[in-house]
């Protein structure tokens, strides 16, 4: 089940932004919004869908129901040319895809818990292949040649098909009728009262501006090495031919700076540790801004490396310090409040905000009625995402003040 349900995910996510720019000639704000539709849904839907698996539907079936309206969602979206259609398309296929990342977490949960396995020690090695998935894809739609067609969808809508069908096979997890979960604690707003403490407005407030940067390398990523093909000197280097290949080495990355969380949180604190992650974000695109598929593959290889620090020490870090900071009552609404200001306002300011940047830095020309691109200058674009990294990295070590680590805060 982890593994079909980031394969579903991981066969389009990375090299959709490509797809759409060089084949579909979308520019770089289109590209951009349709990349916000997840924060969009991330901000409604896995709310609404966990009211609905907690009073009236088995999560199971509501995992299998969301995965077949997204197979056809997909398959629908690989027939389209246009903006319009193909915004409103991908906007369904992520209003029901993104439940399903929590819904598949409960339904592990309750099979391990059914079973009396511990969910601390047995539940990591299950979802690692949720990444391992996520990487096959990605390599099955590279070295297949549909990194820059519309089968990528193909592949990700019969993959979703087969999850669906599946999905009604799993153990059964029936809907929880004894919490009394209220409609504000589902979206995560009963939480809200945090903002009143000074410290957690501010964390809040960063989270969010680093979620505008998560999506933003598998928005463009793609995008840009493909762009190399039409140097010469680059158009046959492993780089342009595999771009999604190279690419795949940031989920690798992830996997190794997971298990490297505990150590730097016992050394460093959670504080540091959050910064570290800024840093990181500053060299992934910063490294962007100045490597080649050439002579500097060295350094995109290496920005590939540091996004598993970039990504996985803010969120997982931010995650345990939200689970420290709060209460047993508001907790999970605490969680599903960090979720919404990372990936949902945060993913829907940064996907049409790079795409600004992007457009301002790229010149189009109508060719047949059509917006053709001319030129774009991506070593300025991957630099002003990189010194926005760093301003949030500078004006959070002056504003976020907390002292404690890991250690401290547990003895508290």
């Not at 540091?272 to 050439?294: D, E, K």
């Not at 060295?298 to 900071?325: H, K, Q, T």
């Given at each position: 089940m982890n593994f079909l349900q980031f394969f579903v995910w991981g066969a389009w996510?990375?090299?959709?932004?490509?797809?759409?720019?060089?084949?579909?000639?979308?520019?770089?704000?289109?590209?951009?919004?349709?990349?916000?539709?997840?924060?969009?849904?991330?901000?409604?839907?896995?709310?609404?869908?966990?009211?609905?698996?907690?009073?009236?539907?088995?999560?199971e079936r509501l995992l299998g129901i969301c995965h077949l309206l997204g197979a056809s969602f997909l398959f629908y979206a690989s027939t389209l040319t246009g903006y319009d259609e193909m915004y409103w398309a991908m906007l369904l296929n992520l209003m029901v895809y993104m439940p399903t990342l929590s819904l598949a977490n409960t339904?592990?949960?309750?099979?391990?818990?059914?079973?009396?396995?511990?969910?601390?020690?047995?539940?990591?090695?299950?979802?690692?292949?949720?990444?391992?998935?996520?990487?096959?894809?990605?390599?099955?739609?590279?070295?297949?040649?549909?990194?820059?067609?519309?089968?990528?969808?193909?592949?990700?809508?019969i993959s979703a098909l087969f999850l669906g069908i599946y999905s009604f096979t799993l153990p059964k997890c029936p809907p929880a009728k004894s919490e009394n979960k209220t409609l504000l604690s589902s979206f995560g707003l009963d939480a809200l009262v945090l903002f009143k403490r000074r410290k957690m407005a501010i964390f809040f407030f960063f989270s969010m501006l680093l979620g505008a940067a998560l999506q933003i390398t598998n928005s463009y990523g793609d995008l840009f090495l493909s762009s190399f093909k039409e140097i010469p000197q680059y158009a046959d280097s492993f780089g342009v031919k595999h771009s999604v290949i190279l690419l795949s080495i940031s989920q690798m990355s992830?996997?190794?700076?997971?298990?490297?969380?505990?150590?730097?949180?016992?050394?460093?604190?959670?504080?540091?540790?959050?910064?570290?992650?800024?840093?990181?974000?500053?060299?992934?695109?910063?490294?962007?801004?100045?490597g080649n598929p050439g002579e500097g593959l060295p350094l995109l290889i290496l920005s590939m490396i540091v996004y598993g620090m970039a990504?996985?020490?803010?969120?997982?870090s931010g995650s345990l310090f939200v689970e420290m900071e709060t209460t047993p009552q508001i907790r999970a609404s605490a969680q599903g409040l960090f979720f919404m200001m990372t990936n949902g306002l945060g993913a829907i300011m940064g996907g049409y905000?790079?795409?600004?940047?992007?457009?301002?830095?790229?010149?189009?020309?109508?060719?047949?009625?059509?917006?053709?691109?001319?030129?774009?200058?991506?070593?300025?674009?991957w630099l002003i995402f990189a010194a926005y990294a760093l301003t949030i990295a500078i004006f959070f070590t002056f504003a976020f003040?907390?002292?404690?680590?890991?250690?401290?805060?547990k003895e508290k």
């Amino acid at each position: 089940m982890n593994f079909l349900q980031f394969f579903v995910w991981g066969a389009w996510l990375i090299s959709l932004g490509g797809y759409m720019g060089r084949n579909l000639h979308f520019e770089g704000g289109q590209i951009g919004a349709i990349f916000a539709t997840m924060g969009i849904a991330s901000l409604i839907m896995p709310g609404l869908i966990g009211i609905i698996a907690d009073k009236w539907i088995n999560a199971e079936r509501l995992l299998g129901i969301c995965h077949l309206l997204g197979a056809s969602f997909l398959f629908y979206a690989s027939t389209l040319t246009g903006y319009d259609e193909m915004y409103w398309a991908m906007l369904l296929n992520l209003m029901v895809y993104m439940p399903t990342l929590s819904l598949a977490n409960t339904v592990s949960y309750n099979a391990l818990e059914n079973n009396r396995f511990d969910i601390v020690k047995d539940f990591p090695p299950i979802r690692v292949w949720g990444t391992i998935g996520f990487i096959c894809a990605m390599w099955a739609v590279d070295l297949t040649g549909f990194k820059h067609s519309s089968a990528q969808l193909y592949v990700s809508s019969i993959s979703a098909l087969f999850l669906g069908i599946y999905s009604f096979t799993l153990p059964k997890c029936p809907p929880a009728k004894s919490e009394n979960k209220t409609l504000l604690s589902s979206f995560g707003l009963d939480a809200l009262v945090l903002f009143k403490r000074r410290k957690m407005a501010i964390f809040f407030f960063f989270s969010m501006l680093l979620g505008a940067a998560l999506q933003i390398t598998n928005s463009y990523g793609d995008l840009f090495l493909s762009s190399f093909k039409e140097i010469p000197q680059y158009a046959d280097s492993f780089g342009v031919k595999h771009s999604v290949i190279l690419l795949s080495i940031s989920q690798m990355s992830e996997t190794l700076f997971i298990l490297a969380i505990p150590f730097f949180l016992r050394r460093f604190g959670i504080k540091q540790v959050m910064l570290i992650s800024m840093i990181a974000w500053v060299f992934r695109f910063g490294l962007f801004g100045v490597g080649n598929p050439g002579e500097g593959l060295p350094l995109l290889i290496l920005s590939m490396i540091v996004y598993g620090m970039a990504f996985d020490f803010f969120n997982i870090s931010g995650s345990l310090f939200v689970e420290m900071e709060t209460t047993p009552q508001i907790r999970a609404s605490a969680q599903g409040l960090f979720f919404m200001m990372t990936n949902g306002l945060g993913a829907i300011m940064g996907g049409y905000a790079s795409g600004a940047v992007v457009d301002f830095f790229s010149k189009y020309a109508i060719v047949s009625g059509q917006s053709q691109l001319i030129s774009r200058d991506w070593h300025s674009i991957w630099l002003i995402f990189a010194a926005y990294a760093l301003t949030i990295a500078i004006f959070f070590t002056f504003a976020f003040n907390y002292k404690n680590g890991l250690k401290t805060v547990k003895e508290k």
